[in-house]
């Protein structure tokens, strides 16, 4: 049973579609890499599997039940969390703050979710409560557990988020999605824009994520760091997977096909 | 393929209109010969608001000015009228023109003060300025401080027009005067309209436009933008001010409270523009006669009227934010004031542009 | 002497201007919303206390525990109900909604209460003074003050210190993400909205008990507030107290001079701000 699942996904941005029928899968325990061109619609996937764009249900299960149609805020609290593309630390947030927001609304429990849920009896809508079930956010991950994993953080802990160096931030951003010890973590382009000695220090990180209980679906430019730390890999192009499998099996050849098109 | 494509701003409808328009204006001069006095007098209503209707529209749905203040033109254009009349002696009908030149003149300053607050906030600066007019007019004893005065009496018989208007509809003076005030109210309707269209299909004109469909051609063109925001401010300004003094010229008494109001000269402006389609030139002609009809059968209930209009101005605003006019043009896609230029010929010819 | 008793009359009206302002100021920090209805609103409040006052014979100080949940449900419905869908990037939608509300509340009051002036009765207190040195000072215009002072420590705590003030400030940043954090935008707007109704209540209470009110007054208290805000800078609840004083100053100023200054020399005061610091006096950088 994968833990989760999109089937034949689509996603469109007015008149425009963005996505042409996905078919992934993440296992427990997995690392999954997402590669592809600019624009090949990676970004696009990741913001419909958390929720900030709208799918009909059955084209995401997470542990078989459909997710689809459900917003960003409950799917984060059924512990499918994510780093975003460009990292969007809030600036008006110390780095703690920005740690901390992270797991202050994990587990799905507080009261305006009670009073929903409590609403949802007479409504017939469905209870947030339940959508959002099975996670309860407790875990490995506390503000001290991050700042061991990143110690740089916690002499910055009192900085603006903004204030940071690229690397730094994009610490904090990883360390706020973890803050709700999540199931899966999305990451979007997590290396993106830095240099080569700062993306060793941040994929170091992976192994104690995937210690701590996450399965963790990566969205990568670069294809060397994808293949070396991915049990499979998805190549994405014009919003369909041109190409899937271990980064054993599959060749140079394949993959360039994969990211350009076929060559003549 | 590419000498098959032409621009056009016409459409079938346009033309239309146009004789359509002709035919409605020669019969609304001659309404006078057949029309009772009472119904002059809605006609005269119907007309002056719906000016202040297609300014306010100038304003916010074209250069996304949402003003609050539009009642400190009105009342400064009337009071000017008054100051010249009562205090300089000067012909009422020219000095509805001055009206224009005084909130003209208001306007300079207070588009000073109000384009430098942002967005939503330049709305109650307007309204601040307004009230900052209202409270200084009040202190004018000359035209009867808090209280007011009406107009006197000798310069209202000897109103330009009125004898021969008297000879022709045989009709008494005030009625006369009123044929005369709904005659100059029908001018000013064409001209505001015809004027706004021709001001919105100007090449400036058209950039607003661009601007308001779509905020990434704003960026690149802000410099042409933020002069637009003055002239239209300017303009409706000048227009408002016109419309003021001549309704108080047919009114003949004023106070600062009404000439002021904030209910009668924006309120009920921006219900109109609403609930007919904001941005567009037919919304505020749709709305100002859905307007008319509401209070006529409603105004008798006094506040429970002004709640129904609320009422149904919040819920255009959230259901149909396009108004009357949107949900029509929606469905039939007319267009009687095509503004946009729209890709003629080719296969694709419903492109706009 | 004369002059120094106006300046301090005027600095403590400052305090309820303040109290107008609060959360006008809140709800444009979180979600750049400028509710054109929030004088209506504190009339509204005022007229429920009143309420609470005449038909259950409360204590006007024991009211506000009646009106400030009231306010709270009545703001978090509105926000959630009908205000959250007009959040946007166009600012038409909002202003004209609200107002609509504004003419809906003032006219659905009228209809209820009439036009006749109201007064909150608070007893002694009333005109009660206490004096310090030559100058006496009106115990209520005193509370008042206090109460804004109160407020705005209370408001801030919240906002920097406690979850909701972070998600207050998250959502406000950039709601996508937050949402992505498991907080619903439109529940922290609602959060909002509820809270500034409460100030609103505080706002009311003081402006029942000092003078008469009627349905009508509520936009010039929005304008009152609005100045407040702008004068103190966008996003500063202590620049906004500031600006209430400064208005409140310049109004007893102005009507020492002559009465009918009163209300006009306020509004230039704000034009004169206005014209040297066109951001206000405490901006909120970036
Ligand atoms: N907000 C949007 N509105 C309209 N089109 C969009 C939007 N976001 C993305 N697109 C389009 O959708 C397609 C997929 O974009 P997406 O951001 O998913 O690509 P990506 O694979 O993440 O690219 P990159 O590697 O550059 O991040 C692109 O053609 C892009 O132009
Ligand atoms: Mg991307």
């Known amino acids: 049973m994968a833990l989760l699942e999109t089937k034949g996904l689509t996603a469109h941005y007015g008149d425009f579609q963005a996505l042409f029928g996905v078919d992934i ?5 997995e690392t999954v890499a997402i590669i592809g061109a600019n624009g090949a619609g990676k970004t696009t996937l990741m913001r419909s599997i958390t929720g900030v764009l709208r799918n009909a249900p059955e084209q995401i299960l997470h542990n078989e039940t459909p997710i689809g149609h459900l917003p960003a805020d409950t799917i984060m609290k059924r512990g499918i969390a994510m780093v975003p593309e460009g990292r969007k630390l809030f600036p008006s947030l110390s780095v703690e703050e920005n740690l901390i927001i992270g797991g202050q609304h994990k587990g799905g429990r507080d009261l305006g979710d009670r ?10 809508a469905p209870d947030p409560m339940e959508l959002a079930a099975g996670h309860d956010g407790a875990g490995y991950w506390t503000l001290e557990t991050i700042y061991e994993l990143f110690p740089i953080l916690r002499e910055r802990r009192h900085n603006p988020g903004t204030a940071l160096s690229g690397g730094q931030q994009q610490m904090v951003a990883i360390g706020r999605a973890l803050m709700s010890n999540p199931y899966v973590l999305l990451c979007d382009e997590i290396s993106l824009g830095l240099a080569p000695v700062v993306i060793k220090d941040i994929y170091a990180a992976l192994p104690k994520i995937k210690e701590s209980g996450a399965s963790v679906i990566v969205v990568e430019q670069d294809i060397g760091q994808a293949l070396a730390v991915a049990d499979r890999v998805y190549c994405m192009m014009e ?3 041109t190409l899937e499998g271990r980064p054993s099996e599959i060749s140079r050849d394949d993959i360039h096909a994969a990211y350009f098109g076929a060559v003549a | 393929m590419a000498t098959a494509y032409s621009v056009t701003l016409r459409t079938p409808a346009s033309t239309a209109t146009l004789i359509a328009a002709a035919v409605l204006i020669v019969a609304l001069f001659a309404a006078p010969a057949y029309a ?15 000016t202040l209707a297609q300014y306010w529209n100038l304003l916010a749905g074209y250069g996304g ?9 009105v009342g400064i254009g009337a009071y000017a009228l008054y100051g010249a009349v009562i205090l300089g002696g000067a012909d009422p009908i020219l000095s509805i023109l001055l009206g224009g030149v005084a909130a003209l003149l208001l306007a300079i300053p207070t588009a000073f003060f109000a384009f430098r607050l942002q967005g939503a906030y330049f709305a109650i600066g307007t309204w601040v300025i307004a009230e900052i007019a209202r409270l200084s007019v009040a202190q004018w004893r000359g035209v009867g401080g808090g209280t007011g005065t009406s107009l006197p009496r000798d310069a209202l018989r000897e109103l330009a027009f009125v004898d021969g208007i008297r000879a022709l509809f045989d009709v008494r003076a005030s009625a006369a005067r009123d044929i005369l005030s709904y005659w100059l109210a029908l001018t000013l309707a064409v001209i505001t309209i015809a004027g706004v269209y021709w001001l919105l299909r100007t090449k400036r004109g058209l950039a607003l436009a661009a601007v308001r469909d779509n905020t990434e051609a704003a960026k690149s ?19 408002t001010g016109l419309a003021g003094g001549l309704i108080y010229l047919q009114k003949a008494r004023i106070s600062p409270d009404a000439a002021f109001s904030v209910t009668d000269w924006t309120a009920y402006v921006i219900f109109i523009v609403v609930i007919g389609g904001i941005g567009t030139i037919e919304g505020p002609i749709l709305g100002v006669l859905v307007f008319f009809v509401l209070q006529s059968l409603l105004a008798d209930y006094g506040s429970w009227y002004l709640m129904v209009l609320g009422l149904i101005g919040i819920s255009v605003m959230l259901f149909a934010p396009r108004g009357l006019w949107g949900l029509i043009s929606e469905r039939t896609g007319l267009q009687l004031f095509p503004i946009r230029r729209r890709l003629v010929g080719g296969s694709n010819t419903k492109r706009e542009v | 002497m004369i002059w120094i008793d106006t300046i301090i009359q005027g600095i403590l009206l400052g305090g309820l201007y303040a109290l107008f302002a609060a959360g006008l100021s809140l709800v444009f920090g979180i979600m750049r919303l400028v509710n054109l209805a929030h004088g209506d609103l504190i009339i509204l409040g005022a007229y429920i206390i009143l309420i609470s006052v005449t038909v259950l014979g409360l204590n006007p100080f024991f009211a506000i525990l009646i009106a400030a949940p009231l306010m709270f449900a009545l703001g978090w419905a509105l926000q959630k109900l009908v205000l959250n869908r007009t959040l946007g990037e166009d600012i038409l939608p909002p202003l004209l909604v609200t107002f609509g509300l504004s003419v809906v509340i003032q006219n659905g009051l009228l209809e209820g209460f009439s036009a006749d002036s109201q007064r909150i009765s608070a007893g002694a207190l009333e005109t009660a003074s206490i004096s310090v040195g030559p100058i006496s000072m009106g115990v209520l215009p005193l509370l008042t003050f206090g109460s804004a002072i109160l407020v705005i420590v209370v408001l801030n705590h919240i906002f920097y210190r406690t979850a909701i003030g972070r998600a207050f400030r998250a959502t406000s940043d950039d709601a996508v993400t937050a949402s992505l954090m498991g907080i619903k935008p439109e529940r922290v707007f609602a959060t909002a909205t509820g809270l500034a109704m409460v100030v609103a209540a505080i706002a009311a209470l003081y402006l029942g008990v000092r003078a008469n009110f009627d349905p009508s007054i509520g936009p010039a208290r929005l304008i009152y507030a609005f100045e407040a805000v702008i004068i103190g800078g966008l996003g500063s609840l202590w620049g906004t107290l500031l600006g209430g004083v400064i208005i409140g100053v310049a109004q007893t100023v102005g ?10 020399a306020g509004h230039v005061a704000f034009l004169v701000v206005l014209l040297i610091r066109p951001r206000g006096l405490f901006p909120r950088g970036n």
């Open chain 1, 25 to 29: 899968h993440l296992e427990q325990g």
């Open chain 1, 115 to 124: 009073i929903d849920s409590f609403l949802s009896r007479f409504t017939g």
């Open chain 1, 239 to 241: 919003g369909r997977v």
């Open chain 2, 36 to 50: 009772s006095r009472g119904m002059i007098q809605d006609l005269f209503f119907i007309l002056t608001m719906l």
């Open chain 2, 65 to 73: 000015l949402v003003s609050v203040g539009q009642q400190a033109f």
């Open chain 2, 221 to 239: 063109v802000g410099v042409d933008a933020s002069r637009m925001k003055w002239v239209v401010f300017l303009t409706s300004a000048f227009g």
């Open chain 3, 255 to 264: 009507a020492a001079i002559n009465p009918e200054w009163q209300i006009l």
